[in-house]
Structure formats: structure tokens, C-alpha cells
């Protein structure tokens, strides 16, 4: 089911916003990520919308980041790197009348909601992450090289760019029939005179710098979150994600089989014993936790942290995303998750460092307002 809703726009300070939406209730906002679109969402947005027994519906927003997608005209003489990106993000929420939501973030995305909620805890009710950019994880190698290229790629003719966007839609996805779905989605957004320069103008707006500068700040946020990681991501370690887990104070649901692009991949019946997650190697773990020579560290990057409870969330047939909806932990970060009653009560939610069975429902001490996290696993 990919019904994503309407799509909507609205012009703020002369720029216009673009973003579907889908479905009432409480607000919960996706941020995609590069060389994506809001179609990344496709396949979750029905789901989250959708009421189902005892839980009620979200209202789901799917953003599209300035300069991207079918905004890409929107990044020409514009700063759209991610911490630019989150001052946009805010300044849309407030134009739309959204006080306070769930941001979910994929990839850039992730770094997006990041210093979004950084910045203004107040309007973030909860925060989940997949495969997202944190930290010194990124740009990646491959889009390093690119940058240098510089000018080659802005000249880079359409046949050859769609290769090299073909290739690495590929590279993020295990599953061959949804790589060519996801890339004939967001193709769009390239596929134009000014195709080659809108990604040279995205690749040269990425700067490590936007993420180190909030990492110190994220075990302080004490809201809600999730984290969800395909742990055979090549491009976004499983260590990276195991990091903000800590950070976040939150649980890491992995899909073993899971590559990067989670929201829309399908995963395949293979293994899913927990311990058998697909794991960094020492150097790459260790590089984790190292910035780059001329980047500052965040002293102390979690080594005296606990250790996040950890849950292989395998789930056949299903986009790995969408898999992270049908367990309701979307749902349950929502602000008026506690109204259903599959949930536990606030008022049984344990001490800090207590924790329940893997098969029943846990409540989370974040500063959430009686918000609840379930063990479905």
C-alpha cells in the first residue's frame, strides 16, 4: 500500500515548502534523506495513518528538504546543509501551526531532526532514527571522492548520472525489485537540465561539523526515541547506530539482512537470532568513537554508557520501516500513545536501570509524559 495522501506546499519568507501528508491525529514528521525524496516514506505513511485496534491514527508528514526532491530549484544561492535544514524544518512546523511532533529521520534526515530537537526540545515529543548520519559518520567515502570531482560532476551527462544514482540506490537496498521501485521514485529530482549540479550542489553542502556540534548534547534531550538500523548497511555502520542508542537512552531494533535505505526495503525470511547481526569490524567500531584529525571529539563518546537493549525486529514481507510500525514503536513514542490500552499505565513505569520481560510492554523514563515503548520482540 503506497497511498502517501496529499501533496501540499506553502511559502515561507519566499521560499516554498513542499510535503505530503496523510491521515489525522497526532503529528508525526519523516525527513528523508540524500539522493532521496518524501516518496522515500511511500510505504510507511498508509501504515502510520491508518487507525487500527485501539490505537489511533497519526497525522504523517513527510518533508521535503530545501533543494532537494521536487524542490530542487529551491537550493540554487540557498545554505541547504542539514543544520540549515533543521532552522527550515522549525521555521515550517511553526508556519503549519505544528507545536510539538515525533520527528522521524532516515540518513541526512536523521542528522536533520538531530539539531532540530537540539535546538528546540519543546517541540519534539519523541525522536527515532534509522540509518541516519551522526556524529563523524559521514559524508561517506564514495560522495568524498565525488566532492573533489567537482566540476566533472556538474558536467556529468544525464545517462551517466543516472548510473551513478542507480548505483547507489543499489548498493542500499537488499532487495533487487525494490532498489528499481525506490530509484525510479526519486529519479525525478535529478532528472532535469540541472540535474548534474543539483547533486554537486548537495554533496559540496554536507559538513560533519553540523552533527559533532550537537553530539555532546543528545544524552541530555530526555525525550522519547527510537532507534531502528539495518545492520548491513554499508554506507551507516550498526556501530553508529548502537552509539545513539546509548546516547538517546534508547532501545536498537536491528534487521540483520537491512541495508540503508529501511524505509522501503523489503526483508527477506533469513536469520534473525539477534546475536547474529551483522557487526562493524574492530577498526570501523573503533572509528565510531574517533573524529577526523581536524574535527573535534566529544570526550568521554559513550564508553561508560550502558549498554541499549537490542531486538532483531525480522518481520517478512514487510518495507524493514513499516516492520517498526506493525510493532507499534512508531505508535508508541507518539504523545497520546498511552491512551491505548495495549500499552502499560504510566504509573507502572519502572525505576531507572528496572527493566520487564522482552515480551511485554516497557515504559521509558525519558521526560516523555507517561510515553511508553513496547518489547515485541
Same mark, same amino acid.
Given at each position: 500500500?503506497?497511498?502517501?495522501? %496529499?501533496?501540499?506546499?506553502? $511559502? !515561507?519568507?519566499?521560499? &516554498?515548502?513542499?510535503?505530503?501528508? +496523510?491521515?489525522? @491525529?497526532?503529528? #508525526? *514528521?519523516?525527513?528523508?534523506?540524500?539522493?532521496?525524496?518524501?516518496?522515500?516514506?511511500?510505504?510507511?505513511?498508509?501504515?502510520?495513518?491508518?487507525?487500527?485496534?485501539?490505537?489511533?491514527?497519526?497525522?504523517?508528514?513527510?518533508?521535503?528538504?530545501?533543494?532537494?526532491?521536487?524542490?530542487?530549484?529551491?537550493?540554487?544561492?540557498?545554505?541547504?546543509?542539514?543544520?540549515?535544514?533543521?532552522?527550515?524544518? %522549525?521555521?515550517?512546523?511553526? $508556519? !503549519?501551526?505544528?507545536? &510539538?511532533?515525533?520527528?522521524?529521520? +532516515?540518513?541526512? @534526515?536523521?542528522? #536533520? *531532526?538531530?539539531?532540530?530537537?537540539?535546538?528546540?526540545?519543546?517541540?519534539?515529543?519523541?525522536?527515532?532514527?534509522?540509518?541516519?548520519?551522526?556524529?563523524?559518520?559521514?559524508?561517506?567515502?564514495?560522495?568524498?571522492?565525488?566532492?573533489?570531482?567537482?566540476?566533472?560532476?556538474?558536467?556529468?551527462?544525464?545517462?551517466?548520472?543516472?548510473?551513478?544514482?542507480?548505483?547507489?540506490?543499489?548498493?542500499?537496498?537488499?532487495?533487487?525489485?525494490?532498489?528499481?521501485?525506490?530509484?525510479?521514485?526519486?529519479?525525478?529530482?535529478?532528472?532535469?537540465?540541472?540535474?548534474?549540479?543539483?547533486?554537486?550542489?548537495?554533496?559540496?553542502?554536507?559538513?560533519?561539523?553540523?552533527?559533532?556540534?550537537?553530539?555532546?548534547?543528545?544524552?541530555?534531550?530526555?525525550?522519547?526515541?527510537?532507534?531502528?538500523?539495518?545492520?548491513?548497511?554499508?554506507?551507516?555502520?550498526?556501530?553508529?547506530?548502537?552509539?545513539?542508542?546509548?546516547?538517546?537512552?534508547?532501545?536498537?531494533?536491528?534487521?540483520?539482512?537491512?541495508?540503508?535505505?529501511?524505509?522501503?526495503?523489503?526483508?527477506?525470511?533469513?536469520?534473525?537470532?539477534?546475536?547474529?547481526?551483522?557487526?562493524?569490524?574492530?577498526?570501523?567500531?573503533?572509528?565510531?568513537?574517533?573524529?577526523?584529525?581536524?574535527?573535534?571529539?566529544?570526550?568521554?563518546?559513550?564508553?561508560?554508557?550502558?549498554?541499549?537493549?537490542?531486538?532483531?525486529?525480522?518481520?517478512?514481507?514487510?518495507?524493514?520501516?513499516?516492520?517498526?510500525?506493525?510493532?507499534?514503536?512508531?505508535?508508541?513514542?507518539?504523545?497520546?500513545?498511552?491512551?491505548?490500552?495495549?500499552?502499560?499505565?504510566?504509573?507502572?513505569?519502572?525505576?531507572?536501570?528496572?527493566?520487564?520481560?522482552?515480551?511485554?510492554?516497557?515504559?521509558?523514563?525519558?521526560?516523555?509524559?507517561?510515553?511508553?515503548?513496547?518489547?515485541?520482540?
Amino acid at each position: 500500500m503506497t497511498d502517501t495522501g %496529499r501533496e501540499r506546499s506553502v $511559502e !515561507i519568507d519566499g521560499v &516554498r515548502h513542499r510535503w505530503l501528508e +496523510h491521515g489525522e @491525529g497526532p503529528p #508525526v *514528521v519523516l525527513v528523508h534523506g540524500i539522493p532521496t525524496s518524501p516518496a522515500l516514506w511511500r510505504h510507511v505513511m498508509p501504515e502510520l495513518g491508518r487507525p487500527a485496534p485501539r490505537v489511533q491514527g497519526l497525522r504523517v508528514l513527510a518533508w521535503e528538504m530545501l533543494g532537494y526532491g521536487l524542490s530542487y530549484a529551491t537550493g540554487a544561492g540557498r545554505d541547504i546543509s542539514v543544520k540549515a535544514q533543521a532552522a527550515y524544518l %522549525r521555521r515550517w512546523l511553526q $508556519e !503549519i501551526g505544528v507545536e &510539538r511532533a515525533v520527528l522521524v529521520g +532516515h540518513d541526512l @534526515g536523521g542528522g #536533520v *531532526v538531530q539539531i532540530a530537537a537540539v535546538h528546540d526540545r519543546s517541540s519534539c515529543s519523541g525522536i527515532v532514527l534509522t540509518n541516519a548520519i551522526a556524529y563523524n559518520s559521514w559524508p561517506i567515502p564514495r560522495v568524498k571522492a565525488m566532492r573533489l570531482l567537482g566540476p566533472a560532476v556538474a558536467r556529468m551527462p544525464t545517462p551517466l548520472l543516472r548510473r551513478v544514482f542507480d548505483s547507489f540506490i543499489g548498493q542500499g537496498h537488499d532487495y533487487r525489485g525494490r532498489a528499481g521501485e525506490s530509484a525510479a521514485a526519486h529519479w525525478p529530482g535529478y532528472d532535469h537540465p540541472a540535474g548534474a549540479a543539483t547533486f554537486l550542489r548537495q554533496i559540496r553542502s554536507l559538513w560533519t561539523a553540523d552533527t559533532l556540534e550537537v553530539a555532546a548534547r543528545l544524552p541530555d534531550l530526555r525525550v522519547s526515541a527510537g532507534v531502528v538500523w539495518g545492520a548491513a548497511d554499508s554506507f551507516q555502520k550498526l556501530a553508529y547506530g548502537e552509539r545513539l542508542a546509548r546516547d538517546l537512552h534508547a532501545d536498537l531494533d536491528t534487521v540483520s539482512t537491512g541495508k540503508h535505505f529501511m524505509p522501503e526495503d523489503i526483508e527477506h525470511p533469513r536469520s534473525r537470532d539477534q546475536h547474529s547481526h551483522a557487526r562493524a569490524d574492530a577498526d570501523e567500531r573503533a572509528d565510531c568513537h574517533r573524529a577526523d584529525p581536524d574535527e573535534q571529539q566529544r570526550p568521554g563518546c559513550a564508553a561508560d554508557a550502558r549498554e541499549p537493549r537490542r531486538c532483531d525486529a525480522g518481520q517478512s514481507g514487510l518495507p524493514a520501516a513499516s516492520r517498526f510500525v506493525h510493532q507499534q514503536r512508531f505508535r508508541s513514542i507518539c504523545p497520546h500513545a498511552a491512551t491505548c490500552s495495549a500499552l502499560s499505565p504510566s504509573s507502572s513505569r519502572p525505576s531507572p536501570g528496572q527493566t520487564r520481560p522482552a515480551t511485554q510492554a516497557t515504559q521509558r523514563s525519558n521526560g516523555g509524559g507517561g510515553l511508553a515503548h513496547l518489547r515485541t520482540c
